[in-house]
């Protein structure tokens, strides 16, 4: 099949209007209810075969060169909806991070992107979309760029750096039927000679620490106890009492490995903002390990049924019309997708004891630009897992920050976040909570908040609570 080919089958998806694209007629968004969707077990991206990673550039490299501009489903134009709910959220893209809303919206997102994808392999390339579903990128086990075994044995580089990248022309020429840079993106840290996550592929210090942290994030040892904890500080906190907070899972992995795709020499690029991020094609693969994982949360969730199940979000079909799922049914009806196993077992819970009760240290002070030292009791950390929640007033900081906190000789976790404008309409009545989670008993009479080396935003600490394991 040539170019010319494919561009014909661009008339089985119909293209439409911009203003539906701009969601100038709400009333017209029809509800979607998932009915006969085929099984789609989504693998690692390590495990999938020659013909299933063509099929995901062929479907991917479509709607990325093929379709034009003005088309809803083009590349971008999706990649767009992520950022409405982010970096410019209104009320019909209300924020969907850094709350519970993290990650049933992601998982509403992913299933539209699959859907399409599949839609376009059987319109357009007349292959059997019912057997595709999105690859995952297991980060727990594979530190780096992902790559196929298929390929990794016979030395080939990651296809996220071009599927053939001896082709003379990666773009137009390629002599491949698809889109040879697919799933290429030019703004990302890790490069072709450097593709492992790897302290030693950091230039900076800074750069060093972040990968240590990222890897520490990643570990099934981390991972594990994380499922063990209660949602708030696992998935994220409700938005109904003005208690915003991200979950472990969406400030730790999640963010650092945006970061560690998307941040080159200090510079946030396509990955390390949210503004962009979904136009780098390791955004689904990233959150498709982020979902995987909630299916192993089995404490706990909030109630489908009550204020959390309510919020709506309207994402676009095959036919780039708009539909919309509340958090209800993007819960309890997209039953389909399955995870095949990565390479370590996540399915047998960590055994805590969940019964242990949460202490409450009060602060009451600001962190501005020096170092704000917090007295703790002496036994605070010497369990061997403990859960804090660092309780702040509104933050009206809009972009990046890294608050660094130490207890003892150690850095025990941060307070960091991406970029989100919803934050400079916080208010006063606001609050935000933090979640650390420290392994290993660490002995120590106070806990040292470091402000951030460039901010200048002002940041009122309520209280610390904590839960030993
Ligand atoms: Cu909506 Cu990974 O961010």
Known sequence: MNRRDLLSGVASIPTIAMAQH?????????????????????????????????????????????????????????????????????????????????????????????????????????????????????????????????????????????????????????????????????????????????????????????????????????????????????????????KTGQGLLEQGPHNNGHDWIGTRIGKNRTMGTLRSAAADPMFYMHHANIDRIWTFYTLPQPDPNGEYGKQTYDFYDVDGSLVRMSVKDIITSINNVTYAPGQIDLSVPLKVNHNTMWRTVNVGKELYDKPLSIA????????????????????????????????????????????????????DDMTHSFSVMVLGSVKTTDIVLLPPANGNQKMFIKSIRYKSY
């Open 22 to 242: 701009g969601h100038a007629n709400k009333g017209a968004v029809r509800t979607f209810e998932p009915k006969n969707e085929p099984p789609r077990v989504r693998k690692s991206f390590y495990d999938l075969n020659d013909e299933e990673l063509r099929n995901l550039c062929r479907a991917i490299g479509y709607m990325r060169s093929e379709l034009p501009l003005e088309h809803p489903l083009q590349w971008d134009n999706y990649a767009k909806i992520h950022a409405l709910h982010c970096t410019e959220p209104s009320t019909s893209h209300p924020p969907v991070h850094w709350s519970w809303h993290f990650l049933p919206w992601h998982k509403g997102y992913l299933f539209f992107l699959e859907r399409i994808l599949a839609n376009i392999l059987t319109t357009v390339y007349k292959i059997d979309g019912s057997k595709f579903a999105l690859p995952y990128w297991d980060w727990i086990s594979h530190k780096g760029m992902p790559n196929t075994k298929i390929r990794e044995s016979a030395g080939i580089s990651s296809p996220f750096f071009g599927y053939d990248i001896l082709q003379e022309n990666m773009v137009t020429i390629d002599n491949l039927g698809f889109d040879n840079s697919a799933l290429f993106d030019g703004n990302r840290g890790p490069t072709i000679s450097k593709s492992a996550m790897d302290p030693a592929n950091e230039l900076t210090q800074d750069s060093k620490d972040h990968v240590n942290e990222t890897l520490k994030y990643m570990s099934p040892r981390y991972i594990m106890s994380m499922l063990a904890v209660p949602f708030d500080q696992f998935g994220g906190k409700s938005v109904v009492d003005r």
């Open 376 to 427: 703790v009791p002496e036994n605070m950390l010497s369990s061997s897992m403990t859960l804090l929640d660092i309780d702040l007033g509104a933050i009206k900081y809009t972009g990046k920050y890294n608050i660094k906190i130490v207890a003892g000789d150690k850095i025990i976790g941060k307070i960091s976040m991406m970029d989100g404008d919803h934050r400079k309409h916080n208010t």
